[in-house]
């Protein structure tokens, strides 16, 4: 189990690496402009549960209705950090 961090938009090819190369039981976290994954097919793209950090995603003008995957807040976000053993970033 891992999580990872995606931060750049959907045009950065280390981050698409990053997303296809998580397993069934890796998180992976959408923050700042890593939220544009948002509207890729995510499950598509990979096996691993898949999180936007909400307030990065209200930021850029979205609502919560245009969320297509989970949405959390920093401090779920911290909960996550602590439970993963591993962080790829």
Not at 39 to 47: A, C, D, H, P, R
Request: net charge negative; proline share 2%; glycine share 6%.
């Amino acid at each position: 189990m891992a999580l990872i961090l995606v931060k750049f938009g959907i045009d950065h090819p280390i981050e698409k690496l990053k997303i296809k190369s998580a397993k069934k039981d890796d998180s992976i976290v959408f923050i700042q402009d890593g939220i544009y994954w948002n509207f890729e097919n995510l499950s598509e793209l990979t096996e691993g549960k898949t999180y936007l950090v909400k307030d990065d995603f209200l930021a850029r003008g979205y609502t919560e209705e245009d969320a297509n995957t989970n949405l959390i807040d920093y401090h779920e976000f911290i909960d996550l950090v602590e439970k993963e053993p591993k962080f790829i970033g």
